[in-house]
């Protein structure tokens, strides 16, 4: 079964500019989670879908935003970038049950940097 | 606010030797507790998954949860230079949609 595939793997932007990343999770999985990691933060929760629903979102500012297709893939969007959102963007994939043996699974990342 | 503590290291063992890694969580009602490692520029790759008191093996790795105490451990046995990586302690909760990681604790294993 193939894992989770995150593109683009690299990404250099400048500030100001926006962004589009995009993950597709594994087979069968329809819950989607976005993760900021940084040396100084690590990884941070920014929100989860499911269903093409936001379930969940984390403590970042409205220029972060996603969303979930029909077919589970899932973009996030960084608008007006600032330095600060230099990063690795990580999505994990998991059933969606919520149940206890919930997994989540990480795709390869998105390394981002904003000059 | 969840918080997630790890001892961030580095933790140096020597080849052969037992490296344990600890962590603290602050949501009593955390249910789910995992341990992802990550190589340096690469992804979270999940090794353990521990869901209720006690003990759990698989392998070399042993996952210890104390509820009670608020407190999960990793323990690798015959630790390998292989195993020279950041261990991430990440908590979900009741119905939770949601990983609370710490920030890691970074082992090196020395030949």
């Known amino acids: 079964k193939a894992g989770v595939t995150q593109t683009p793997r690299y990404l250099i932007k400048t500030r100001g500019q926006q962004v589009t990343l995009s993950c597709s999770p594994i087979s069968g999985h329809r819950s989607v989670s976005w993760y900021q990691q940084t040396p100084g933060q690590g990884l941070q929760f920014l929100f989860e879908?499911?269903?093409?629903?936001?379930?969940n979102k984390g403590n970042f500012p409205g220029r972060f935003s996603g969303r979930q297709f029909s077919n589970s893939r899932s973009e996030m969007n960084v608008s007006t970038l600032e330095l600060g959102d230099s990063a690795l963007y990580l999505c994990?994939?998991?059933?969606?049950?919520?149940?206890?043996?919930?997994?989540?699974?990480f795709g390869p990342g998105t390394r981002l940097l904003v000059l | 606010q969840k918080e997630v503590e790890q001892n961030s290291g580095p933790l140096s063992v020597p080849e052969g030797a037992i490296a344990s890694l600890n962590c603290t969580y602050s949501d009593r009602g955390s249910q789910s507790f995992f341990w992802y490692r990550q190589y340096s520029g690469k992804s979270p790759e999940l090794i353990m998954s521990?869901?209720?008191?006690g003990d759990k093996e698989d392998g070399r790795f042993t996952a210890q949860l104390n509820k009670a105490s608020q407190y999960v451990s990793l323990l690798i046995r015959d630790s390998q230079p292989s195993d020279s990586a950041t261990y991430l302690c990440a908590v979900n909760g009741a119905g939770s949609y949601q990983l609370t990681f710490g920030k890691g604790t970074k082992l090196s294993v020395i030949p």
């Open positions: 879908y499911f269903s093409e629903t936001q379930r």
């Open positions: 521990i869901y209720s008191n």
């Open positions: 994990a994939s998991s059933l969606g049950a919520a149940s206890l043996q919930e997994t989540q699974y």
